[in-house]
């Protein structure tokens, strides 16, 4: 705008110059003969010539300036695009990048010294920049010459780039792409989807709350994998599943390590992940991961490594301590409860960096504050709060939560239940800490219509194995029979033991770890010990063997009145199990639980002060079960995918009857161990196999052929000849 007016000035003198120019020859050739005008002619034709050069200057500026301001919005864009980080390393590319990043900041440099210049140029003296330009001392026309020298250049090598990155990336390609085999062992490897776990934890927990937390890392150059532990769930509650985690979010980032996992896989397919010498597979698998000199830039996250409860622990934590001392470029981050034997083992570790939230209480309690404030206006916009109640609830929650986050949310969740008009009577009654708190809780619970229903249903909650879905309950739970088949009802028993259980997508979870720990007589600290005392007498008040002796009993039970020959209707007798489509309803839905932990509460119900049952008759309810039973039960566990768990469980009884040989239990007990050994293979990949191949096969003098003779296939004529007995 500033050299508008004087551009179309210099315009329309250009256009009066042209003129002129254009009859230069015409008028040359007839003054030629008088030698005066030719000479001054010849001064005329040099004055226009300089006059025209300001005039072409001028038009030459605005044409740059215009060219020069959409190169560099294109440029912009460009270096966005073309110079981003690599999803993936592609190592060889590297100098050809950083040598295209020098040309592109070559290339802003010359756009912006034009830019400059030009401004210089503007705010001159407008006298002085007709001198200059009727001399081309700027020579506008040259500047953008070289700038467009520049861009072809440029343009020349980023082609080059391009068609060599394109041909790197698919290299990649061809080289990451899954075949059948990759995706099968990668299905076999998954046993969760830390992401998912990640979903459901911000699910249930509220999501992630912006004041309490801050991003540090840029993720966008390296790998990240975590893992989250939780007690109370058996997927995600042992060492071996932590690996297994970690190890499947590092091949979806960097898809070239499968070939570390498909290097054990082919030799042991499926197995490899189910038998005894798991860990060690996964261990020879995850140190070659973290050797490979192609992986990225690693961080290893585990959470709540005090929830892996299971007998692994220490080799995980013996791994971590060595592994963190072998590079940098694999970072672990772990937490947990401080818990000396945890502290203890990672105490080995090499350039660590302890972080003890008691030493860093003001970031805390800053967290907790935060989250206090959200979750009264939470609650405030709930039940209408007035301005005074809402101040005295987040007042008490600040001066009582201890920096718990937990506390918080439990007394929240509590108050959303109680009227308006008793909230702050109500909100006073909540003590001080958590362990006091639970036993609040317990003791109000105690006072409900429904309290025995309440204390049954936290003892079996507490003692299974794994959270365990409604339907699984109504198996293991004595409830009133109006209530048995309704599971809304169900709910809400579930409901009136909030302040310990909590119902996600059809599964009953404790609350927290804490919630358990103190119905079992673990609380967390010492003043909450004899309250915690208190609540195990309340809900065991026969003893922890009782429970699990009532849930393997209603367990034999279910199973002996649901279990049947095809049970999901396959009928064809090689059907693979893993093709298996679950019916709706599942007819297993109510004894899954049941068929894969029966043995394991039957064996937790003796004890040295436990004789009140006796264990091993020989027409007991176990005889009848496997007498009857067992070939129902392994199409089971194979359509359940836990046939090597049926093994186990049935080694685990063979040791419970102590090698007593002499009984019929003892002696069926050991046959259906024999079977199982030598069939689990073909009953795992085809479940009704059970009364085709391993009945005809099973030796002539097999306990459990000859209770199944029934099963047989009649249309294998003649029969096979077999071994009496098992060549053991």
Not at 27 to 49: D, F, H, K, R, Y
Not at 273 to 280: C, E, L, R
Not at 494 to 499: A, E, Q, R, V
């Amino acid at each position: 705008a500033k050299t508008e007016k004087e551009a179309k000035v210099k315009e329309s003198l250009g256009v009066a110059v042209d003129i002129v120019l254009s009859a230069k020859n015409i008028i040359s050739a007839a003054i030629q003969a008088v030698p005066q005008a030719a000479l001054a002619w010849t001064g005329i034709c040099i004055a226009l010539e300089m006059l025209a050069n300001p005039i072409k200057e001028t038009e030459a500026n605005r044409k740059g300036i215009d060219y020069v301001v959409k190169r560099m919005d294109w440029y912009w864009n460009l270096s966005t695009s073309l110079l981003r980080g690599p999803t993936n390393s592609i190592s060889e590319l590297d100098g050809m990048r950083g040598e295209l990043e020098n040309q592109i900041v070559d290339l802003y440099k010359a756009l912006l010294s034009y830019q400059i210049k030009s401004v210089c140029a503007y705010y001159r003296n407008r006298g002085l920049v007709f001198l200059r330009d009727m001399i081309t001392l700027d020579d506008w026309k040259a500047d953008l010459g070289t700038i467009q020298d520049a861009e072809n250049c440029f343009q020349n090598d980023t082609q080059t780039y391009t068609n060599q990155q394109v041909t790197s990336r698919l290299e990649q390609l061809v080289s990451y792409a899954m075949s059948e085999k990759d995706q099968q062992s990668l299905k076999h490897l998954r046993l969760t989807d830390p992401r998912d776990d990640k979903v459901r934890i911000e699910r249930t927990k509220g999501g992630l709350l912006q004041d309490s937390y801050r991003n540090t890392a840029n993720a966008r150059h390296c790998n990240v994998a975590y893992f989250f532990c939780q007690a109370t769930d058996s997927r995600i509650n042992n060492a071996t599943a932590v690996l297994r985690g970690l190890i499947y979010l590092l091949i979806d980032q960097q898809p070239s390590i499968l070939s570390h996992v498909r290097s054990e896989y082919d030799r042991a397919g499926e197995g490899l992940f189910k038998d005894a010498n798991t860990w060690d597979a996964l261990l020879r698998i995850f140190t070659n991961i973290l050797r490979d000199p192609s992986l990225r830039t690693t961080y290893l996250v585990i959470d709540a490594l005090d929830e892996c409860v299971t007998t692994d622990l220490p080799q995980l934590l013996d791994f971590i301590a060595q592994q963190s001392s072998s590079g940098s470029r694999v970072k672990w981050i772990v937490s947990s409860r401080n818990w000396p034997q945890i502290e203890e083992r990672l105490e080995k570790a090499a350039d660590k960096v302890k972080v003890s939230l008691e030493l860093n209480a003001e970031s805390v309690a800053a967290a907790v504050n935060a989250f206090i404030l959200y979750k009264v206006d939470d609650l405030a916009g709930l039940k209408k709060y007035d301005p005074r109640t809402k101040k005295t609830v987040q007042d008490y929650l600040c001066s009582n939560a201890q920096d718990t986050f937990l506390w918080v949310a439990l007394v929240c969740q509590a108050l959303e239940k109680v009227q308006k008009g008793f909230t702050l009577k109500k909100l006073r009654m909540f003590p001080s800490g958590l362990d006091a708190l639970y036993a609040r809780m317990r003791e109000d619970m105690s006072q409900f219509d429904e309290s025995d229903l309440c204390k049954h249903l936290l003892a079996i909650v507490t003692i299974v194995r794994r959270p365990i879905s409604l339907e699984e309950l109504t198996t293991l739970v004595e409830v009133p029979d109006v209530i048995c088949d309704d599971l809304e009802s169900l709910k809400e028993i579930i409901g009136l033991c909030g302040s310990f259980l909590t119902l996600r997508e059809q599964t009953v979870y404790f609350v927290h770890q804490s919630a358990k720990d103190f119905l079992l007589g673990n609380a967390s600290d010492k003043a909450g010990n004899q309250a915690s005392q208190e609540a195990f007498k309340w809900v065991f008040p026969s003893g922890k063997e009782d429970v699990n002796y009532t849930i393997f009993s209603r367990s034999l039970d279910a199973m002996s009145t649901t279990l049947r020959r095809d049970i999901y209707g396959l009928s064809a007798p090689g059907f693979p199990s893993d093709k298996v489509q679950v019916p709706d309803p599942d007819p297993l839905a109510t004894v899954r639980y049941s068929c894969i932990y029966w043995v394991d509460h039957l064996c937790d119900s003796v004890s040295s002060t436990n004789t009140k049952r006796p264990l091993t008759p020989d027409n007991g309810v176990v005889y009848t079960f496997l007498k009857t039973k067992y070939l129902y039960w392994l199409e089971a566990l194979s359509l359940l995918q836990a046939i090597p768990a049926g093994v186990i469980a049935i080694e685990k009884l063979e040791g419970l009857l102590g090698g007593n040989n002499q009984s019929q239990l003892s002696k069926l007990v050991w046959d259906a161990y024999q079977f199982a050994l030598s069939f689990k293979s073909i009953i795992e990949q085809a479940p009704l196999q059970a009364y085709i191949s391993a009945l005809i096969f099973a030796p002539s003098g097999s306990l459990i052929r000859r209770n199944f003779k029934v099963e047989e296939p009649k249309w294998i004529r003649p029969k096979l000849a077999a071994e009496l007995d098992w060549n053991v």
